[in-house]
């Protein structure tokens, strides 16, 4: 086993998250894109009497913006709240 740092372990633990943050953003911004594209589709084409869709694609964009503040906007500040508790942690143990 090799021994690390603690900065450098920090240092890789938060680079590692922001990766994470941005895949999950990502996949959550795609997803969000298609699913929205094909209820406007629906709507227009099998029920264009009430734009219905646009309800649903407002849900979705509420959820994703969410997402994006608190998953990636405060990724860090939750990544250096988990590493001070773990710090603690290991504090007390000793």
């Known amino acids: 086993m090799t021994t690390v740092s603690l900065n450098a372990y920090e240092e ?7 990766v994470e943050a941005r895949r999950g953003i ?9 699913v929205s594209v094909a209820l ?7 029920a264009p009497a009430f734009p219905w869709s646009a309800f649903a694609v407002a849900g979705l964009l509420v959820g994703f ?4 503040y608190f998953g990636w906007m405060h990724a860090d500040d939750k990544l250096m709240e988990h590493q001070l508790s773990v710090e603690r942690r290991a504090a007390a143990v000793r």
């Open 12 to 18: 890789a633990e938060r680079t590692l998250a922001r």
């Open 26 to 34: 990502t996949v959550h911004g795609v997803i969000t894109a298609v």
């Open 40 to 46: 406007i589709l629906i709507n227009v084409f099998l």
């Open 65 to 68: 913006g969410f997402h994006y």
